[in-house]
């Protein structure tokens, strides 16, 4: 009897390293997905991100990320449509044209996500790590649905549906900090809806509050884990559209310095800037240092020789506008 103790003590503990072991192996992955990702290396964010799905085919982050990547490509490559994420017109202008492809290979790898932790939670309803990542995949359901397909009700309902999953994690661990990133944003878009569009959204169950929603993104971006940096990125659009435009040069300045091949923060931050030296001279402030900043982001921009010609294409744009803004503002 003792023999067979001992063996089948070897065997559980040969099993708990090799999960230990995976586990390991997936969060070094997924962190290297995200280092390429936010450095905008998609390919290279993808190639990790495929690793984890062979590594653990049954695991929903591998397919949740993927996902991830191809949303966050989508909105990057769409300068316009990422500046006006999160504003109300982007649900009552005509709808963009988008790559289907892109969309269905997206749909396909939130399906797989959902399903993967569907299953999880049917095995086990308190696995908080399944409950956070069903959440998850809605949640990023609901910001494709919303921010590049322009489905208002589409989002809401998977919005809807992301944060009952995560307000059940947190309720399970209260300390899981990343659950509360789609609690936070839903706050704060329903918060900002006009009022019939609010009333829509009661009807369904959900309100908001804009001041509860950034306090809860500001709370992940500071005590988050692998949500800390997405909440960062949705804090600096959030910021410029409530007009906290030092807030946004900081944070903008801040994944700037994380991410050195991310030439959308430099932009980000470049039109913080234009608009706070807008509001500084209304107030007879002194601009200079300001002014010389914001020169010197593009003047960078422009010599980086990592860019593309498309890319310096519109840097410059971006640089014609702020002249133009500060120039109107002047006379």
């Not at 932009?267 to 209304?282: E, F, N, P, T």
């Amino acid at each position: 009897m003792k023999s067979i103790s001992a063996i089948l003590i070897t065997l559980l503990s040969l099993i708990t390293v090799a999960a230990q072991n995976q586990q390991a192996q997936l969060d070094t992955l997924r962190a290297e997905g995200y280092e390429a990702l936010y450095n905008l290396d998609y390919e290279g964010a993808r190639r990790r991100f495929q690793k984890m799905v062979e590594l653990a085919p049954d695991h929903p982050a591998g397919p949740q990320c993927y996902a991830s990547s191809l949303w966050l490509e989508q909105l990057n490559q769409a300068w316009e449509l990422k500046a006006t994420l999160y504003s109300t017109d982007a649900y009552t202008n005509e709808k963009p044209q988008i790559d289907r492809r892109q969309v269905e290979k997206f749909r396909k790898w939130i399906r797989r996500a959902k399903t993967l932790s569907e299953a999880r939670v049917r095995k086990n309803p308190r696995d908080v790590e399944a409950l956070y990542f069903l959440g998850a995949a809605e949640g990023l359901e609901a910001a494709f649905a919303a921010g590049v397909e322009r489905r208002f009700m589409a989002a809401l309902r998977a919005a809807s549906s992301s944060v009952d999953h995560h307000r059940e994690v947190l309720k399970l661990a209260p300390d899981f900090h990343d659950a509360e990133l789609t609690i936070g944003l839903q706050n704060y878009v329903v918060g900002s809806l006009p009022l019939p569009m609010k009333m829509v959204a009661a009807m369904m169950g959900v309100r908001g509050s804009k001041k509860r929603g950034l306090e809860t993104l500001e709370r992940v971006a500071r005590e988050g884990k692998w949500a800390r940096d997405v909440a960062r990125v949705l804090l600096i659009d959030l910021y410029k559209r409530e007009k906290r435009w030092n807030d946004a040069i900081k944070m903008a300045g801040e994944l700037s310095e994380r991410y050195p091949r991310n030439y959308l923060f430099k932009l980000q931050m470049a039109d913080a800037l234009a608009s706070q030296i807008v509001i500084l001279r209304k107030a007879k402030t002194p601009t200079t240092a300001e002014e010389k900043e914001l020169a010197n982001i593009f003047n960078s921009l422009s010599r980086d020789k990592s860019l593309d010609k498309s890319t310096l294409a519109l840097v410059q744009h971006r640089w014609d506008i702020a002249r133009q803004q500060l120039a109107e503002r002047v006379k």
